[in-house]
């Protein structure tokens, strides 16, 4: 399938600028490639909320939960690849996280957003990765954990998430941080 990139523009133009003016949109960007080139580049709006710093082509942001469904991805593959069952307890690739009754969690419950730790319950730096991981560590999940979380708490926390995803990797010596780089 080969995209057409103006009428791609033309279509996809009048659907961004809407978010801007009928929907209070503060700034954003999109970025269409196809086969290693870029197709369509929007951007519009501003970077800060006194509309002081404009959305250039080269804004810098934070990825929030688009990384999730990634770093999911990358873990089951490594689960898969060393047969590591996913109904196994986090604790035993990373025992630290045994801690405030989350000692049953299992890597298919912390995947799928049901282990109750949708934000963290204290206040960290979300860019010191390890006061992150401790704080997860010693944290008690914020609700009950099961099906039903995905409902009651439909975003987990990219920084919590991305953590939690990564820790057990890293500390396993079945897995290890090199196998979940290499994904």
């Known amino acids: 399938m080969q995209l057409d990139a103006d009428e791609l523009r033309q279509r996809l133009k009048p659907a961004f600028r809407e978010n801007f003016e009928k929907l209070g949109e503060l700034g954003a960007a999109v970025s269409i490639w196809q086969n290693g080139k870029p197709v369509v580049d929007l951007y519009d709006g501003f970077c800060d909320a006194r509309h002081e710093k404009p959305w250039e082509a080269d804004a810098l942001v ?11 991805a990358c873990v089951l593959h ?15 690739f990373w025992p630290e996280f045994a801690q405030a009754g989350k000692e049953k969690i299992t890597l298919s419950q912390l995947l799928s957003h049901q282990a109750g730790l949708c934000a963290l319950d204290r206040r960290v730096d979300i860019l010191d990765y390890s006061a992150v991981i401790r704080a997860l560590e010693v944290q008690k999940p914020l609700c009950c954990r099961g099906p039903h979380m995905v409902i009651t708490v439909a975003r987990l926390d990219s920084f919590s998430m991305n953590s939690c995803v990564g820790s057990p990797g890293k500390r ?5 941080a090199k196998s979940l780089r290499s994904h």
Request: proline share 3%.
């Open 62 to 72: 934070l990825v929030w939960s688009a990384t999730k469904g990634i770093g999911s």
């Open 78 to 92: 490594v689960l898969q690849e060393h047969r590591i069952g996913i109904n196994r307890c986090v604790a035993e």
């Open 172 to 176: 396993s010596p079945s897995i290890g």
